[in-house]
């Protein structure tokens, strides 16, 4: 049921200023890029960065799942705690979160429909 990981989504108290270091380090501009939500592909990979996260939760990994739905309720019935509910972002894409058991960290999942793997169009300064 699940897919492997398809999104890491980062908070950005200052999006712009997150926005233009990972432009910096990854060597590519954004593919989406409003004051809400800036979107990087890597590979088919998402890379976001959004202003309206917790800090304090840190970066969420979202893992690829058929049915946000089902895959929640799955969570669920093996302990987890919801932590959002099923989401619809747009364009097909539903998200939700969980806190898993005892103590663990913040679970997410993704269903979208879209998701290709594709070749990395550059390689930043880091690699």
Known sequence: MYLGIRSV???APDIVAARDWFVGLLGIQPY???PFYVGFNLG??????DPGADVARGAISYWGVDNASEAL???L???ASDSSGVLDVGDGL???????PNGGGVFGIIENPA????????SGPGQ
Request: hydrophobic share 50%; net charge negative.
């Open 9 to 11: 989504i980062y908070p």
């Open 32 to 34: 989406f890029d409003e």
């Open 44 to 49: 088919g990979y998402e890379l976001g960065l």
């Open 73 to 75: 309720d799955e969570l």
């Open 77 to 79: 019935a093996a302990g």
């Open 94 to 100: 539903r998200t939700a979160t969980v806190h898993l």
């Open 115 to 122: 998701f290709v793997l594709a070749p990395v169009a550059s």
